[in-house]
């Protein structure tokens, strides 16, 4: 049953689960983050450097952020159709906000590993 929901018979259910899925890794990251802030309360720049260090939570922050620009792709998308009428206009919005997702994403890289 799942897998003929995401055959290109119903196109956007694939777009839908994978909204679904990257709240969810969102959420699981907000949830971990909650508990190791409360544990362990780092502070000032060396704090926070060693707390940012082990490749797992580097990893886990990536994949955090990763989720979160691809479930904002999907957002605006929506909206954009949604709003916009202009076929033109639409596209060029999209690939600006492409752009700027992509930005961020290697943005992160160059602060979570130092590029």
């Given at each position: ?18 909204q ?46 990763t ?47 130092n590029?």
């Amino acid at each position: 049953m799942l897998i003929e929901l995401l055959t290109d018979k119903y196109p956007g259910m694939r777009f839908w689960l994978t909204q679904r899925l990257t709240a969810l890794v969102m959420a699981a990251y907000f949830v971990l983050m909650l508990l190791i802030l409360v544990i362990v309360r780092p502070e000032g720049f060396e704090g926070w450097r060693n707390f940012i260090s082990p490749i797992w939570l580097r990893i886990a922050t990536f994949l955090f952020f990763t989720s979160l620009c691809m479930h904002a792709w999907l957002g605006v998308r929506d909206v954009l159709r949604d709003y916009i009428f202009n076929v033109t206009l639409r596209q060029y919005l999209q690939i600006v906000v492409d752009i700027l997702l992509v930005i961020y994403i290697v943005w992160l890289s160059v602060i979570l590993w130092n590029l």
